[in-house]
């Protein structure tokens, strides 16, 4: 992508190519000289998840429905806090360990805003939006459940999720 078309990214891009945390950066604040503070959040694949190893980890989505999701979660983001932009880029198909998994980046004129938002937009990505992990490890694969202490994160944020199965 060019410097234009980066600049006129949609929001959220689901997508099996990897990203350049450099390149989104400088996009997301392009033209835009109220920018005090951009922060971003960069998740990779572990090499293992409860001490067994992990060799593969295929993450699935249903392609509109998880677009809309993650666009609402930013739409809230922006509702509670005062951001001037927001990106997120999560990767699907076969990811190896250490391959970049999910991008989040937050722009706001101060940092606080940014940091608040930024981990608002992970704790609800974690918990709600539609994806599918099945990680490949020496036992063969399995499918991951969401954990409670994303749940519990999710939370703090006045968002219960008790009940509503991912």
Known sequence: MNSQSLRDAPRV?????DFDLGVET????ADDGGVGAVVSFVGTVRDG??????SLMELEHYPGMTEASIEAMIDEASRRFEIRG????????PLRPRD???LV???????GQAFQACEFLMDY??????????EHGPDGARWVDARVADDEALARWGIDV????R
């Open 13 to 17: 891009r689901i997508q099996t190519d």
């Open 26 to 29: 400088l996009a997301l604040r």
């Open 49 to 54: 998840a409860d001490g067994t190893p992990v």
């Open 86 to 93: 927001a990106r997120v880029i999560h990767r699907v198909g």
């Open 100 to 102: 970049q998994i999910v």
């Open 105 to 111: 980046l937050v722009s706001a004129r101060h940092r």
């Open 125 to 134: 990505l974690k918990t709600q939006a539609p994806f599918w992990k099945k």
């Open 162 to 165: 008790r009940g509503n199965g």
